[in-house]
């Protein structure tokens, strides 16, 4: 497929027939002031930066962080989305997993900022200290009180699921106050529900990593939201090596699998987030099998010794129209 300019077109499955938005007008908030849509996005972002961002100081997680040793009790909000990022973590065998904010910051990808150039790379013994606090199972909760344990020196991270969440939010918002159609993105993680007034969907450019063979692609984001996890979007290089920013919860290191990038399909942006992550660092071969085996709709772009290979799960492959299929 390498050098093809044509178009792949992608129809993600629906369970209802679109209907037109019950108003024919179309809003863009980042250029036209809406006031009430306007406010209540703000407020729920704020909301989750005041949760889940470790860059602030104040935040839950924050507070957690860095917090001594005992038992914490945790806000709703915050518990829920916990508990979410245990059980994927537990379906995905700690291939996308919260608990990794020592690794995320030693390797220089967190609150910290990145290491120093003098000191590109973690030594042996402080990756396997930041190894002793992470790692999902670690992690005790108390539910009768809704609690977490802070056994001393664990730190949440969430970058794998709380942009999604984050998506799912805002859309959940908007559609509570009567804006039933509407296309969010956040951080590249996009989420569409409804159509447009003139019936459409929502058509949007899938993300390709430089370089990719796959074609131009894009898809129609009805009632589903689209994620892709790529090791060159926050990455650092040593001695011509690439380091990128997901994380191998196994080994401490950041993922050197070959997967160059992985987008995700979903119902839930937060669930598409955290699989891209997840089969990122499943790799080339657990990845592809574990998606087919769990009706992910997947596209992998790998680096190989003859350049970059696409592949793509069942479900994937099922979206595109007959000729491309």
């Known amino acids: 497929m390498e050098g093809r300019q044509d178009t792949r077109v992608l129809i993600p499955p629906t369970t209802r027939a679109p209907e037109r938005p019950p108003s024919d007008l179309v809003w863009s908030l980042g250029r036209r002031d ?23 100081p104040d935040s839950e997680i924050s507070r957690f962080n860095n917090a001594p040793a005992g038992t914490w009790k945790l806000s709703d909000d915050f518990w829920s989305l916990l508990n979410a990022s ?52 670690k992690l005790r909760l108390n539910r009768d009180a809704q609690a977490a344990v802070q056994a001393g020196g664990m730190k949440l991270d969430f970058s794998g699921i709380a942009k999604g969440h984050a ?6 918002r908007l559609t509570a106050m009567g804006a039933t159609s509407h296309l969010v993105e956040i951080g590249g993680e996009l ?10 969907p929502w058509w949007v450019e899938i993300e390709a990593v430089p370089g990719s063979p796959a074609p131009h692609t894009v ?37 050197d699998n070959g997967l160059a990038q ?30 087919e085996a769990m009706q992910i709709a997947a ?11 696409e592949r793509m799960s ?7 129209d007959e000729e491309e299929a």
């Open 34 to 56: 809406q006031d009430a849509f306007q406010t209540a996005v703000e407020e729920e972002l704020a909301r989750i930066i005041a949760l889940f961002s470790p860059w602030t």
């Open 86 to 137: 245990l059980d994927l973590a537990d379906d995905v065998n700690g291939a996308v997993d919260p608990t990794l904010g020592a690794l995320v910051d030693l390797w220089g990808f967190g609150p910290p900022g990145p290491r120093d150039p003098l000191n590109p790379l973690p030594s042996a013994e402080e990756v396997e200290a930041a190894l002793a606090v992470s790692g999902w199972q």
């Open 167 to 172: 998506v799912d939010r805002v859309s959940a």
């Open 191 to 200: 989420l569409g529900r409804g159509v447009k007034p003139d019936a459409q």
């Open 219 to 255: 898809a129609a984001l009805f009632d589903v939201a689209v994620a892709t996890s790529g090791d060159w979007r926050r990455a650092f290089v040593h001695e011509e090596r690439l380091y990128p920013h997901t994380l191998d919860g196994s080994t401490g290191r950041p993922v």
């Open 262 to 291: 992985v987008t995700v399909f979903d119902a839930s942006a937060m669930r598409a987030d955290a699989f891209a992550t997840a089969l990122m660092v499943l790799g080339p071969f657990d990845g592809p099998e574990f998606a």
């Open 299 to 309: 596209h992998f772009v790998e680096r190989t010794p003859r350049g970059l290979v």
């Open 314 to 320: 069942p479900a994937f492959a099922a979206m595109m």
